[in-house]
């Protein structure tokens, strides 16, 4: 299956939503954080770094529970914002 190429505004959303992660998890190690919420450290590394800019539902709200960070927290700063 081929994905559609993200737009421009698709990826900016991913590299807001790793930079909130990469805040909030602070001077934990990549492996904790990703050990708690059940993905692997690659998996985290690729949405911090914006590679994986669109992570399934349960992902993020998997690595919100473990950052402590609530899901409208993370709406609010990853939303697309209106051009």
């Known amino acids: ?5 993200l737009t ?6 991913g590299e807001r939503l790793g930079r909130l992660l990469r805040e909030a998890r602070g001077r934990r190690s990549m492996a904790e ?3 708690s919420a059940g993905l ?18 349960f992902t993020v709200a998997a ?4 950052l402590g960070l609530s899901m ?7 939303a697309l914002v209106p051009a």
């Open 63 to 66: 690595l919100a529970r473990v």
């Open 8 to 13: 421009p505004e698709e990826r900016e959303r």
């Open 33 to 35: 954080v990703a050990a």
């Open 40 to 57: 692997s450290a690659e998996t985290l590394r690729k949405i911090e770094t914006g590679r994986a800019p669109t992570p399934a539902f």
């Open 72 to 78: 409208d927290d993370i709406a609010g700063s990853c």
């Open 1 to 5: 299956m081929v994905r559609t190429p």
